[in-house]
Structures are given as structure tokens and as C-alpha cells.
Nanobody, 122 residues
Framework: VQLQASGGGLVQAGGSLRLSCPASVRTFSSYVMGWFRQAPGKEREFVAAISWSGGSTYYADSVKGRFTVSRDNAKKTVFLQMNSLKPEDTAVYYC????????????????WGQGTLVTVSS
């Protein structure tokens, strides 16, 4: 499984960005997809996840109500819509693929893409 997150950039506080992560895999719908982020000097943390069909999602409390995760299984792509961005959202964002539902830990995902940097200015 190969993943590549894109869509990051510099945005002012209150702005929006949409991240995309296409997957090179034969059976994309077999994987739970997650988004994580890592700020400078901090550990990688869970942001959001979406189930195999997209019917279920869950979020970290810090982004709930502002971020929306979605997926298009036909296009083998997962998305992260980020609204009302805050300076504390500044981080490198990573997409990941796993087999088990409801994992918020790095160890719960087997495959990782290269990250995309999101910088939110105040």
C-alpha cells in the first residue's frame, strides 16, 4: 500500500484547507483510513478515521466539529476537510491505512504516507 498526502499549505487562522490522500492498492475498501498529525517537538497524534465503507467516522476532541474525514472508494482516495483552522493545528499531516476499526494509535495502522505540512498563521 502506497499513500501520499497532499493539499497542505499556509493559511490564516479561520481559514480552510482540504487534504487528499490517494492510495496505490488493489482493495482500498479493505482498509480503515486515518489521519494523524505531528507538530514540531511533539509526538504524532490521532486526528480522524473513517471506516471501510465510509459509514462511520470519529475524531479527536481537538478537531471535532471543525474537521471532516471522507473517502471515495472508487477513486481510492481519503480526504480531510479542515475548517476554522487555528494556529495550534499547525503540523505535518499524515494519512494511514489499517485493518482494525477504532484505533487512535500509531501502532494501529500498518501503512503510512509521507506527510504534508499545514501552517496556520495567527
Amino acid at each position: 500500500v502506497q499513500l501520499q498526502a497532499s493539499g497542505g499549505g499556509l493559511v490564516q487562522a479561520g481559514g480552510s484547507l482540504r487534504l487528499s490522500c490517494p492510495a496505490s492498492v488493489r482493495t482500498f475498501s479493505s482498509y480503515v483510513m486515518g489521519w494523524f498529525r505531528q507538530a514540531p517537538g511533539k509526538e504524532r497524534e490521532f486526528v480522524a478515521a473513517i471506516s471501510w465503507s465510509g459509514g462511520s467516522t470519529y475524531y479527536a476532541d481537538s478537531v471535532k466539529g471543525r474537521f471532516t474525514v471522507s473517502r471515495d472508494n472508487a477513486k481510492k482516495t481519503v480526504f480531510l476537510q479542515m475548517n476554522s483552522l487555528k494556529p495550534e493545528d499547525t503540523a505535518v499531516y499524515y494519512c494511514a491505512a489499517g485493518l482494525s476499526w477504532y484505533s487512535t494509535t500509531v501502532g494501529g495502522y500498518a501503512y503510512w504516507g509521507q506527510g504534508t505540512l499545514v501552517t496556520v498563521s495567527s
